[in-house]
């Protein structure tokens, strides 16, 4: 599924570059730009990950004691 979603991203700026509604510059640019929001929001969802696995240890502890 990943692989498809690649395949069609890049035939998406491909067509765009063809039919000549943007620039090479223009069609990086936007892959750079959704690259960057793809790594913050998981980065994100990993911290909120982290953060709730580390609120269950800590009620773990606590009811130890």
Do not use: N, P
Not at 46 to 52: A, D, H
């Amino acid at each position: 599924l990943m692989g498809t979603c690649v395949i069609v991203i890049g035939l998406i700026g491909i067509s765009r570059i063809y039919l000549g509604a943007h620039y090479l510059s223009d069609v990086l640019a936007g892959y750079a730009a959704g690259l960057c929001w793809f790594i913050s929001v998981l980065l994100f969802e990993k911290s909120l990950v982290f953060l709730r696995l580390y609120k269950k240890f800590e009620i773990s502890l606590k009811a130890k004691q």
